[in-house]
Structures are given as C-alpha cells and as structure tokens.
T-cell receptor
C-alpha cells in the first residue's frame, strides 16, 4: 500500500525566508507526485505535479519540487515566501499500478509573518 | 475556468439520519472521486467512479456509503445512517485522464450530532 509522510506539521516563517517542506512516500512502483495547496477558506488547488522527465518541477507562484527517486522524496521549495503563501500544503501520490486514488500526506500548515 | 462545485457547504444532521452530498464535476471529466478529511487528520480516499460504476473503494467506504451519478452532471455521495465519526469535510474531485491531476471541489462540512 502507498503511504505519504510530511515531516513538518507546522512551519512559521518571516516574509522573504526560504521554504522547504519535506515529503516522503513509500511505494515500490512508478508513482505520480503532486503538491496541493489549500488557502484559508478555499479548496485544494494543484501547485505542481511530477509524472516523468526532469525531476525538478516548477509550479505556480514560484514553487518548485524535486523528485529524488533514491530517497523516495518530493520536497517542495520556494526561495522567498510571501505573506500570501500562508496556507496548508499537501503532498500526494498516485500510481498507475495501484489505481488512481490519491494518497495524501498529513499536510503542513505554513504561516508567513509579514 | 471550469470548477468542481459542491452543495451544501455545511450540513448538520442527527445521528442515524441519511445525508446526500452533491457534487457537479467539471463537464468533460470522466473520473469522479470522493475524499474526506476528519478534523486534524489526513485527507482520505473513499471511492472512485468511472463509466457509471465504482472503480475503487477504500475500507472506509462500507455498506453505509453509496455513490450515484443520477444524471449527466451530478455525482452524489449518500450516507445511509450517519454516525458521529462521519463528521468530516467531504471533498469531491474529478479528472479527465485517470492518472492525471484531480480537480477538487470546495468541500462539504458534515457535522453529525
């Protein structure tokens, strides 16, 4: 079975600080990887995704993530956060071999102080 | 930009009552999903639906749950006899390609008293 873990439950940063949110998954086969964001009072929105190819993926709003297959990781990064990045961030995985269901991590709540 | 919509945004019900949560997926999408998130816990997969039948379901999706696509636009989740532990945020999602990005609705917060 697939599982996803996000190591940081709560992160507090000041504006302009750099961000890295960890995500590790366990599954032996080929996976598709996603980062979703949920802004306060809004629905889950896709930040970025990895299916194949270049392991460094660029998403919206200056976010990027790097797939490191050997570490089963897909960490999310942003060089300089803004107050408007305050949200909850979810890493998710699905696999063509294990159905199309998304398996989510527990989420990381990010607060950016102005 | 097309969106997944869900109604109601908040539903309060008494234990033992039936509830129906409604979703309108994006119109050209073919795969539909329900997820739930109990307060403070992970988003969990419940069920996926394709070609008018369930394609996958989790252990959570027991006989109390059912899904239906009653017409060309709606996708519903029915909980037959609600329990306190069914209180959660329920998200509907859809996509066009099975393994592709899933588009989520805003959720329905279900409170069972």
């Amino acid at each position: 079975a697939q599982s996803v873990s996000q190591h940081n439950h709560h992160v507090i940063l000041s504006e302009a600080a750099s961000l890295e949110l960890g995500c590790n998954y366990s599954y032996g086969g080929t996976v598709n990887l996603f980062w979703y964001v949920q802004y306060p009072g809004q629905h889950l929105q896709l930040l970025l995704k990895y299916f194949s190819g270049d392991p460094l993926v660029k998403g919206i709003k200056g976010f990027e993530a790097e797939f490191i297959k050997s570490k089963f990781s897909f960490n999310l990064r942003k060089p300089s956060v803004q107050w408007s990045d305050t949200a909850e961030y979810f890493c998710a995985v699905n696999s063509n071999n294990a159905g199309n269901m998304l398996t989510f991590g527990g989420g990381t709540r990010l607060m950016v102080k102005p | 930009e097309p969106e997944v919509t869900q109604t109601p945004s908040h539903q309060v019900t008494q234990m033992g009552q039936e509830v129906i949560l409604r979703c309108v997926p994006i119109s050209n999408h073919l795969y539909f999903y329900w997820y739930r998130q109990i307060l403070g816990q992970k988003v969990e997969f419940l069920v996926s639906f394709y070609n008018n039948e369930i394609s996958e379901k989790s252990e959570i999706f027991d006989d109390q749950f059912s899904v239906e696509r009653p017409d060309g636009s709606n996708f519903t989740l029915k909980i037959r006899s609600t329990k306190l532990e069914d209180s959660a945020m329920y998200f509907c999602a859809s996509n066009q390609i099975a393994s592709g990005e899933q588009f989520f609705g805003p959720g329905t917060r279900l409170t069972v008293l």
